[in-house]
């Protein structure tokens, strides 16, 4: 088995890593052939690895010293096309008294804050200003948690369709509760008993049936009973889930929105999660950094300071963070931009990897799996012809049996060029360099294209490393 440790890693180490990529899978087939457990790192737990080597960290529970206070609700809205999503988050907003005396018009900055009075009291809830379950899947898929409670919208003359399912079904996924807006109830043929009778099937059963779910019927045109269905939502809230979060704390969140503005530059809403963000902050938010220049609320005013479950337009970003980027207020301006270019120089290795889908350890391990014959495709470049002969002579003498074959597809004399290139992507062949140097763009093109170039300028040299790499190519004896 020595020898085939030695094989398999040179494998590795010789033709995988350098310019490969290979799937979890083939590195622990590869781990159980060696008889090592093989540990894969997520890129969640490469970017905590990230954060802790600067002493910060992301998310997580709360310390026992840490202090928390309720936080608002933060509601998506769901449903079927037509059913009347986009018509009630306008009358939501609508209903904001308060917010709109004081700042005017709500813009769209992706999502809002209103009030609702529960008993007397003032509750704020916040609203995801983009309707749907694209958003909210999107958000969920980049690890971002950022809505509490569903409001799935079923227009009462429609009843239940397909998109109502998907996301209910999004919603369940999500451990998300649900309240039911049973909407359209001006419109002749509405029957929001149906409503309630079809969703009973999928375990949502109103309250009134005895289940728990809330179902609120309302008409989001005519802005009947908006108050009715805020109410629902903080009760949920309060019956369901302890929302609490500090607010002591520096800043964290998610970036729902963001965009190239021509007079500001790049502005991102982010949702704060926990703590308190304040103009002047330091913030990273996924590969985009900079430092709190000026913050503004949905109805275009400044703030000086947001907190928890609080959406805020941020300027001073450097560039534009995507939807679903978790943000988090750094010590310094130096640390947000280690943290963005660490997390930019990685996404480039990884795009890198993608596109170098050629010869990997998984398609030949999956090639020798199947009994295939595998061969190893090379075009050697020297920097006179003697040398490219010898070359080729003693490769082809390399003498490894006939399960794996070495063929070389083309050879010359000069440096490597972009054409060489071309043809090794186009057959999947590495190219050997001999005393000589890449022209042009051919290094940047290889690349891009996911092409190995190995340089010599001892021929035993790579013929040692070309008869490894077939050795690696032979099935295992065992
Ligand atoms: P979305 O696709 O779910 O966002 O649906 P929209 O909000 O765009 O509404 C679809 C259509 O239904 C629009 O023509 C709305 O004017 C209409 N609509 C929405 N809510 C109501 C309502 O409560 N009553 C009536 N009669 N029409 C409504």
Excluded: W
Aim: net charge negative; proline share 4%; hydrophobic share 40%.
């Amino acid at each position: 088995p020595g020898a085939l440790v030695q094989v398999v890693f040179t494998q590795l180490g010789e033709m995988v890593t350098a310019t490969q990529s290979c799937t979890d899978e083939t590195l622990q087939l590869l781990g159980v052939t060696l008889g090592y457990e093989v540990q894969i790192v997520s890129p969640e737990d490469e970017d905590k690895e990230l954060l802790e080597s600067f002493d910060l960290s992301f998310g997580g529970e709360y310390g026992d010293d840490v202090e928390l206070a309720i936080r608002p609700p933060v509601v998506t809205v769901m449903g079927h096309v037509d059913h009347g999503k986009t018509k009630l988050l306008d009358a939501i907003r609508s209903t904001d008294v308060v917010g709109g005396e004081a700042g005017g018009i709500t813009q769209h900055i992706g999502a809002y804050q209103v009030r609702a009075t529960v008993d007397g009291d003032e509750r704020p809830i916040t609203f995801i200003d983009t309707p749907g379950h694209e958003t909210f899947t999107a958000m969920r898929a980049r690890g971002a948690q950022v809505t509490d409670i569903v409001v799935l919208v079923v227009a009462a003359d429609d009843g239940v369709k397909p998109q109502t399912i998907e996301a209910l079904n999004h919603a369940q996924a999500a451990n998300v509760p649900v309240v039911v807006a049973v909407n359209k109830v001006d419109k002749e043929g509405a029957d929001p008993a149906k409503v309630r009778g079809q969703l009973t099937e999928y375990g949502l059963v109103a309250e009134e049936y005895g289940g728990d779910t809330m179902f609120v019927d309302v008409s989001a045109r005519n802005r009947t009973n908006i108050d009715g269905l805020l109410e629902a939502i903080v009760l949920t809230a309060d019956a369901s889930l302890d929302l609490r979060a500090p607010t002591g704390t520096e800043a964290q969140g998610v970036a729902i929105e963001g965009r190239l503005d021509r007079g500001r530059g790049p502005v991102a809403t982010v949702l704060v999660q926990r703590g308190t963000l304040r103009v002047g902050d330091s913030v990273v938010a996924g590969e985009a950094f900079g430092r709190v220049r000026a913050m503004l609320d949905e109805h275009g005013g400044q703030v000086t300071e947001a907190g928890p479950a609080r959406p805020v337009q941020v300027l001073g970003f450097t560039s534009v963070p995507d939807a679903g980027d978790n943000f988090l207020v750094v010590p310094e301006d130096r640390v947000a931009r280690q943290i963005a270019e660490r997390r930019q120089a990685r996404e480039r290795n990884a795009e890198l990897a993608l596109s170098r889908g050629r010869p990997t350890l998984e398609t030949i391990l999956e090639r020798m799996k199947e009994g295939e014959k595998t061969q190893l495709n090379l075009i050697l470049k020297g920097d006179v012809s003697g040398s490219v002969e010898a070359l080729e002579d003693a490769l082809l003498k390399i003498d490894v049996g006939d399960e794996v074959g070495l063929r070389i597809i083309d050879r010359g004399v000069g440096a490597i060029t972009e054409t060489n290139v071309m043809l090794a992507s186009a057959s999947d062949a590495i190219i050997i360099g001999f005393n000589v140097r890449p022209q042009g763009k051919a290094t940047e093109l290889a690349d891009r294209e996911g092409v190995e170039v190995r340089y010599y300028s001892v021929i035993y040299q790579a013929i040692e490393d070309i008869e490894n790499a077939l050795k690696g190519m032979l099935k295992p004896v065992y």
